[in-house]
């Protein structure tokens, strides 16, 4: 079981990471100009997350239009994370998770390792959105307000 998801509200603890992009993102890049779904997930290339990355991939024009930059986040290694993403043409980074750091901030990472979450952090850098499991973008959005 997790440590317990973060409060709506709540500042969203920074972080800095390598994608499978190859670049280096930082949360306090997206304030002001993106909100950012952060989508955990256990392992990679398994049915459930494979459902829920491709979910995410399949909503991706609506997470655009709504100014919002997706990420999967998991402590896998870049080679597995490169070879999810290119396996399944997902369009967005998956983000390493070194020693489970983020997983860990974000009240995810319990003793069976990352459980699957889903949050939205708005261009404030607070949490407008925290759920367990997946989610589809009608939901995740309308915690933007419209």
Known sequence: MAEGLLPVGSEAPVF???TTDGERI???DFRGTQSV?????PMDDTPGCTRQMCLARDEGAR???AGVARFGVNPGNLESHTE????????FPLIVDDNAEIASAYGVLGGQG???????????GRIAY?????????????????
């Open 16 to 18: 800095t990471a390598k």
């Open 26 to 28: 930082s949360l306090p």
């Open 63 to 65: 997470y655009t239009e």
């Open 130 to 146: 925290a759920q367990p499991g997946t989610h589809g973008a009608d939901e995740v959005l309308g915690a933007l307000g419209g």
């Open 37 to 41: 779904l952060l989508m955990f997930y």
């Open 84 to 91: 999810f993403r290119d396996k399944y043409s997902l369009d």
């Open 114 to 124: 990352v459980s699957r979450a889903t949050y939205l952090i708005d261009r404030d």
